[in-house]
């Protein structure tokens, strides 16, 4: 085993989690301004498209890391019927979920109950499609809707928070349906979807635009939230949720729906075409 991967078996992951995330809060000007300059340089972040282009004008470091886009920074893709990206990041993996298997990486996958931690709302999605997004440090943190939806409920879900840099989801079986999680589910116009939020080590934080700050607090077992009657409905391109730093987004759709042709590591924007709604099978 690699070193960078056996590291992710013994490092403790709440704990340094729990320490970056007040770090990243710290308001003191030098160490907000250094944390946010080695992020810029090293990752060569595009600060042209920020409502506030001046990184060293944030409050904290994690402000800056969810920062706001300009209006017109990006565009959803006109056809209704669409799948819009759900956040900047690049393509993991994509494509067919198989009797409810869903890929990986080369010699991984994992199933669709294990990840939403609910055998029946997985049974929508055996043989639907799903895409895996990366996001990385110099990526636009906030998370936005694919399609039209109005929330049903949340499943926070327990468990590790080991790193989703490629280097680990080529190496660590299951990843994904091992690090803590929050599962969020819509009913659209054509079936059900979710959009999992995918924790990671040092950067385990989400916060959704209903709820407020999710992540932490870690759950210790699973946490099911039923949203079906507080009538909260978001269109397709609103924010729904953020990453304080940053991780992964999974999107799982129902039979029905056509993933494009899309490319491992392929760069992806926010508001771009994924696939479209096909039709129903008969």
Known sequence: MKPNVLLQYILPHRFLSRIVYHATRWEWAPWKNFLIGQIVRRYD???SQAAQPDPLAYQHFNAFFTRKLKPDARRADPDPQAILCPADGRISQSGRIRDGRIFQAKGQEYTAAELLGDEASAEAFRNGSFVTIYLSPRDYHRVHMPLDGRLQGTTHVPGRIFSV???AVEAIPRLFARNERLVCRFDGEHGPFVSVMVGAILVSSVATVWDGLTIPPYAADIRR??????????ERFAEMARFNMGSTVILLL????????LEPQQVVQMGQRLGHWAGAKT
Do not use: T
């Open 225 to 234: 939230v039923d949203c079906s009657g507080r009538g909260v409905a978001l």
């Open 165 to 167: 840099a490629p280097f």
């Open 254 to 261: 129902p039979e029905g729906y056509e993933i494009d042709a």
């Open 45 to 47: 972040v595009d600060m």
